[in-house]
């Protein structure tokens, strides 16, 4: 029988020549010594949540998801350390029992700690960077099956390149976390004209802990979401009216007008003009990360780019009228995140505008992207590593400063390209090329 494996988009797959779940470290070191010995390859997998082939390969394939369990946690200094591969819809639930919780969140809680980490995954929020931000230390295992603790103590350029490392230095095994006292967010959401939002950007931005918006290229409607702490109790939604708002409506209604425009591409502008209304009005009060994160049951793809933030408006307003040329009907979603200093984090150094457009399942998505790309290019973008880009390292190098300082940690840690791809070779360039001495 053959190995297989998909994404969670369903279109991204390999047969890798073993795939293995290692339940401990011990497992894990036997799996790599194998490898080696083999001349395999070896990717880590998460959730399988990423929109790229950046979990490909042919070689040892690795599920985490048997290392999932928190193994301390000290309310006191907020830190609480976890292996690798559990969730964060787990994870939250666990750090909520001990009163912590993260200070943000993504749209989704799906992907593994490692995963979301890996990449740069990041919410909204003017003054809070990307989720690896989170990080106090990561334990990290190379293809020797020798474990290191890298930390800000452990030096500073191991401890920035670890933190968002797109699994290129070996497979991380366990963190520790650094994390909030839990709290309670009202989530609101509302229509206001596209061009209101963007014309007073700022005070929404900066007047919101956590401001987010979507929009279609056919509507002048922006569906704003403003999350902010509240001193109240949760008030968890009654279950038949979560399933209504997250299932029914965000979901089904969302997936069946979404097949309907991909067989009749003609109706995507009305039906846009009228969901973004009708999708609009919500509030919620409740524990921070079921306000952040909803599900997402139906298929698709996406881009996403990390923009400087002064561009903000220029470029939303540039990728909306980009949409307007090609049939998609699914939304653009635009966020902000703070700059921070990993290396390959995407909004390294930077105050950040995330613009992401998306495309249905079954419906053309390359000339789409590729057309928003060019726009990104021209604001500097930096591209979500796990979602698609047409990118190679030669034209990411100049979008990163310290490009060269991952490259060196990575041939520290990876002298033999052990755990590179067809994905790392083209976006980092192959291990012994990667960086000049
Ligand atoms: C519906 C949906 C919603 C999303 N929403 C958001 C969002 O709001 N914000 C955002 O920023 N992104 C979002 N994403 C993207 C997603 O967060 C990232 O692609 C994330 O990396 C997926 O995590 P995962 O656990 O599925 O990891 P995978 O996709 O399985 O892996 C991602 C990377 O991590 C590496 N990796 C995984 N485990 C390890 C390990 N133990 N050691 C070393 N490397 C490892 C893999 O090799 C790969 O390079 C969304 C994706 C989907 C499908």
Known sequence: MTNSWVNWAGDQRCAPARLAAPRDPAELAGELARATTAGHRVRAVGSGHSFTDTCLTDGLLLDLSRMNRVLEVDRDTGLARVQ???????????????????????????????????????????????????????????????????????????????????????????????????????????????????????????????????????SPIAMTKRNNRVDLPPAP???????????????????????????????????????????????????????????RLFRFTEMEYAIPREHSAEAIREIKETAKRFDTPMPIEVRWVAGDDAFLSPAGGRATCYIAVHQYEGMAHEPFFRACEAVFDRYDGRPHWGKRHYQTAETLRPRYPDWDRFAAVRRHYDPDGRFANDYLDRVLGPVSASAPE
């Not at 931005?205 to 918006?213: I, L, R």
């Not at 279950?239 to 089904?252: G, M, P, R, T």
Request: charged letters at 20%.
């Open 84 to 218: 690798a591969g559990m969730t964060l819809a787990a994870l939250n639930e666990q750090l909520d029992k001990h009163g912590l919780a993260f200070p943000n969140l993504g749209d989704i809680d799906a992907q593994t700690i490692a995963g979301a980490t890996a990449t740069g995954t990041h919410g909204t929020g003017a003054e809070l960077p990307n989720l690896s931000a989170q990080l106090h230390t990561v334990e990290l295992m190379t293809a020797d099956g020798r474990t290191v603790e890298l930390s800000a103590d452990s030096g500073s350029e191991a401890w920035r390149a670890a933190r968002v490392s797109v699994g290129a230095l070996g497979v991380v095994t366990a963190f520790t976390l650094r994390l909030v006292p839990s709290f309670v967010l009202e989530g609101v959401e509302r229509p206001v004209p596209v061009e209101e939002v963007l014309s007073d950007l700022d005070s929404y931005v900066d007047g919101n802990e956590h401001f987010e918006f979507y929009m279609f290229a056919h």
């Open 237 to 295: 939604r009654h279950k038949l009216v979560d399933w209504f708002a997250d299932i029914a409506v965000s979901n089904h209604v969302s997936d069946a007008l979404c097949r309907l425009a991909r067989r009749r591409p003609a109706v995507i502008p009305p039906v846009q003009r009228a969901a973004a209304y009708a999708f609009s009005y919500r509030r919620q009060v409740d524990r921070s990360y079921r306000v952040f994160t909803s599900p």
